[in-house]
């Protein structure tokens, strides 16, 4: 007898085979890239998202071995990125608005916020396959105007070979092409709205080395002019409109990964600057963000980042651990202390005021 939903978001799996209970889902090719608000084939991930009752539904994607964005990471042995698991769920929770919630196709979507939490790192090593996600997604504080779903916080559990290695959030807001004007004119107090199809960019300040901010390859570099203080590292946002995974399609806005991103890559450097921790030795486990305002695309855009105190709330028993392969590792409580991770915290500000707060968990492998 199939377990109900709501015990299948609250941990259940199916013990016979491992894998959360469910519709079986379709690996074999990605969904139409216009459910998922992409422009480029390349950029689509998500493959299935099936219904499961009420406000419960299960989704696939595959992550693939190699990717000149998502790819790009100095950490040996190699991990699937969070930031990528991350797009996923985005992906599936713009999906299910347009084919469960029929939310129009014409209507902007607005983030809210975002979190990922990966809890089994060493699940997420690339291997000679491409790796399959499957996702248990949780749709809750529905909004409904005029019997119309206008927003929701997507929340999932997220799966490899049967084993739960992470959860994330994703909260969208739905705007009809009328109101989404209004609110970009609002927050513009009436100036037109640019794009980043047109609008020319100057980067100012020095480009960092791309190993300082976790990276290979330095097209994939969004920092310039990184300062450290004491404990705090600033930088300015360094856009690329051309892009092809940050900026799929034109934009009249900065991109909620795009902060996203600029804030790994600060909060990478901050380690290495604050306590000498080399990027190719730290994995973001966990990065929250909530955003507060459209970031613009005339200002220059301020990021901060500094390290914050470890939990105090960590005891004996309860942490992480390495495997001597160097992934790291969560087993069961064991006695005597464990490394916490070092949380450091991000403030994206534009004309002095914050735009956005990230958090980015950082676990260190050994060296």
């Given at each position: 007898m ?11 799996t199916?013990t ?7 519709p ?5 090719r ?38 000149a964005?998502y ?7 190699r ?16 999906a ?13 979507f ?9 809890t ?57 092409p ?58 300015s946002?360094?856009v ?36 000498g ?18 970031g ?31 992934i ?17 915290e ?12 990230i958090g ?8």
């Amino acid at each position: 007898m199939q377990t109900p939903v709501r015990n299948l978001l609250n941990g259940d799996t199916d013990t016979a085979t491992g894998h959360p209970d469910g519709p079986s889902l379709d690996y074999e090719r990605t969904l139409d890239r216009t459910v998922v608000h992409r422009e480029s084939l390349a950029e689509v991930f998500v493959t299935d998202t099936q219904p499961l009752g009420g406000d419960a539904h299960a989704a696939a994607a595959q992550l693939p071995r190699s990717h000149a964005y998502y790819g790009d990471h100095l950490l040996r042995p190699r991990l699937h990125d969070p930031v990528l698991m991350l797009e996923a769920c985005r992906q599936v929770g713009l999906a299910i608005a347009h084919t469960h919630y029929g939310v129009p196709f014409d209507h902007k979507f607005v983030l809210t916020t975002m979190g990922v939490t990966i809890t089994r790192p060493e699940r997420l090593a690339v291997g000679t396959a491409p790796c399959a996600l499957r996702m248990l997604c949780s749709v809750e504080d529905k909004r409904v105007k005029e019997g119309r779903v206008v927003g929701y916080d997507a929340r999932f559990r997220l799966f490899v070979d049967g084993a739960e290695v992470g959860n994330a959030v994703v909260g969208l807001r739905f705007k009809s092409p009328a109101s989404y004007g209004a609110l970009r004119l609002s927050n513009r107090s009436g100036a037109p709205v640019p794009s980043t199809e047109t609008f020319d960019f100057t980067v100012t300040g020095e480009i960092p080395a791309p190993y300082s901010v976790g990276r290979s390859n330095s097209d994939n570099v969004v920092l310039t002019g990184i300062a450290a203080d004491g404990d705090a590292v600033s930088a300015s946002l360094r856009v690329l409109p051309q892009h092809p995974s940050l900026f799929d399609h034109a934009q009249d806005h900065l991109p909620g990964m795009v902060l996203i991103e600029a804030a790994r890559q600060l909060a990478l450097n901050t380690l290495l600057e604050v306590e000498g921790t080399s990027p190719a030795k730290a994995y973001p486990a966990e990065i929250t963000a909530t955003f507060t305002s459209f970031g613009e695309l005339e200002p220059r855009t301020e990021v901060r980042a500094r390290t914050a105190p470890a939990d105090a709330g960590a005891t004996e028993g309860e942490g992480v651990y390495y495997t001597q392969g160097g992934i790291v590792e969560y087993l069961a409580p064991t006695a005597g202390p464990e490394p916490v991770p070092t949380s450091v915290e991000v403030d994206v500000l534009q004309r002095g005021a914050s735009i956005c707060r990230i958090g980015v968990g950082l676990v260190r492998l050994p060296a």
